[in-house]
T-cell receptor
Framework: GAVVSQHPSWVICKSGTSVKIECRSL??????MFWYRQFPKQSLMLMAT?????????EQGVEKDKFLINHASLTLSTLTVTSAHPEDSSFYIC????????????FGPGTRLTVL | DAKTTQPNSMESNEEEPVHLPCNHS???????IHWYRQLPSQGPEYVIH???SNVNNRMASLAIAEDRKSSTLILHRATLRDAAVYYC????????????FGQGTRLTINP
């Protein structure tokens, strides 16, 4: 149980286009979902926290108008990278939490975005 | 968020125990200690968590110092599939509901 999927697993796009990444909790309802970005050889960097039905909370330095997050249901959150540029190329990972005292998060397999 | 300190890398041999240390000297009384690991090109996966007492599960054991300022993740019999980056993370359920990843320890397992 507690499986999180992401789609697509990889995407290549041209500079200036927008890309949508989906994150789904397959067998549980996620009260909170998180989006991370990871550059090669680096750790995960939290981008934003989203709760179902409310606006996402972005970490300092993350442009909310560039990285649009929608959490319309308890099983689906989407991240849209708008007007992507080569510097947005990265590994994007989502996670989902059911809440609870110890805040275990279940991570998706990641989406590798390459912007040409 | 309270900070953790881990060695950048460690190396061990297959079928031997591995002890991965983590220092968290500024831990608060309500901070949970989480361990996650990330295999190459994958999302992280949960390993274990604890608050005060030592914990065991099918993947690993977590030994927490009496003063809670450090902890050790123990892999009892390492396999090649345990080669990954291991992250020790503190989180407080009474605070922001998020995990902040540090640099972690890159564990190499020699056959």
């Amino acid at each position: 149980g507690a499986v999180v999927s992401q789609h697509p697993s990889w995407v290549i796009c041209k500079s200036g286009t927008s890309v949508k990444i989906e994150c789904r909790s397959l067998d549980f309802q996620a009260t909170t979902m998180f989006w991370y970005r990871q550059f090669p050889k680096q750790s995960l960097m939290l981008m934003a926290t989203s709760n179902e039905g409310s606006k996402a909370t972005y970490e300092q330095g993350v442009e909310k108008d560039k990285f649009l997050i929608n959490h319309a249901s308890l099983t689906l959150s989407t991240l849209t990278v708008t007007s992507a540029h080569p510097e947005d190329s990265s590994f994007y990972i989502c996670s989902a939490s059911q809440g609870g005292a110890f805040l275990e998060q279940f991570f998706g397999p990641g989406t590798r975005l390459t912007v040409l | 968020d309270a900070k953790t300190t881990q060695p950048n890398s460690m190396e061990s041999n297959e079928e031997e125990p591995v002890h991965l240390p983590c220092n968290h000297s500024t831990i608060s009384g309500t901070d949970y200690i989480h361990w996650y690991r990330q295999l190459p090109s994958q999302g992280p996966e949960y390993v274990i968590h604890g608050l005060t007492s030592n914990v065991n599960n099918r993947m690993a054991s977590l030994a927490i110092a009496e003063d809670r300022k450090s902890s050790t993740l123990i892999l009892h019999r390492a396999t090649l599939r345990d080669a990954a980056v291991y992250y020790c993370i503190l989180s407080n359920p009474q605070g922001a509901q998020k995990l902040v990843f540090g640099q972690g320890t890159r564990l190499t397992i020699n056959p």
